[in-house]
T-cell receptor
Framework: RKEVEQDPGPFNVPEGATVAFNCTYSNSASQSFFWYRQDCRKEPKLLMSVYSSGNEDGRFTAQLNRASQYISLLIRDSKLSDSATYLCVVSMPHGSGNTGKLIFGQGTTLQVKP | GAVVSQHPSRVICKSGTSVKIECRSLDFQATTMFWYRQFPKQSLMLMATSNEGSKATYEQGVEKDKFLINHASLTLSTLTVTSAHPEDSSFYIC?????????????FGDGTRLSIL
């Protein structure tokens, strides 16, 4: 089983649509959670951190359910510029020689069409 | 925000060549930097964790004699792919974390696309 699992998609949606991505992780001791965005042939860029209380940044809402080991990202009012691959990222526990390394999901590809 | 610069962005060279990639934190000090590799349509895979002033920690299956890491200062880490072969062709990305706390997000360099002929 992969440490971080995502549906690779692609998700093809029209402009203005609401789209949701899900992610599950296997290590219950995982410490921190993030969504990154990666455009084709580019480096990942941090989209937002994810907290148990849920957090929102404009059109983006992230949720974390530690009991279910489940992370979600909701994008409202999709724009053409939202087309990218969204990476679910989990930080391993810090300590025991581990410097809090990140584990990346495979990514979910979103295509927003006019 | 935190800026990480990576150089070069693109390398094409012959098999057997050694290639050095630099990763710099421009506006902050990075005690720890990370080196990743990404093959097409796959996720980023951590290769090693680079610690300033000490030896790098390599992930299982990554040859430390093949991928030499030097983190001589708080703003610079280098990855040298020694005697590169076509199977080493990949997208190499470094990242740096602001501060020492493990739950802070990492910021990525632009990546280096390495093609070995």
């Amino acid at each position: 089983r992969k440490e971080v699992e995502q549906d690779p998609g692609p998700f093809n949606v029209p402009e203005g649509a609401t789209v949701a991505f899900n992610c599950t992780y296997s290590n219950s001791a995982s410490q921190s959670f993030f969504w990154y965005r990666q455009d084709c042939r580019k480096e990942p860029k941090l989209l937002m951190s994810v907290y148990s209380s849920g957090n929102e940044d404009g059109r983006f809402t992230a949720q974390l359910n530690r009991a279910s080991q489940y992370i979600s990202l909701l994008i409202r009012d999709s724009k053409l510029s939202d087309s990218a691959t969204y990476l679910c990222v989990v930080s391993m526990p810090h300590g025991s020689g581990n410097t809090g390394k990140l584990i990346f999901g495979q990514g979910t590809t979103l295509q927003v069409k006019p | 925000g935190a800026v990480v610069s990576q150089h070069p962005s693109r390398v094409i060279c012959k098999s057997g060549t050694s290639v050095k990639i630099e990763c710099r934190s421009l506006d902050f000090q990075a005690t720890t930097m990370f080196w990743y590799r990404q093959f097409p349509k796959q996720s980023l895979m951590l290769m090693a964790t680079s610690n300033e002033g000490s030896k790098a920690t390599y992930e299982q299956g990554v040859e430390k004699d093949k991928f030499l890491i030097n983190h001589a200062s708080l703003t610079l880490s280098t990855l040298t792919v020694t005697s590169a072969h076509p199977e080493d062709s990949s997208f190499y990305i470094c990242s740096a974390r602001v501060g020492r706390v493990g739950n802070q997000p990492q910021h990525f360099g632009d990546g280096t696309r390495l093609s070995i002929l």
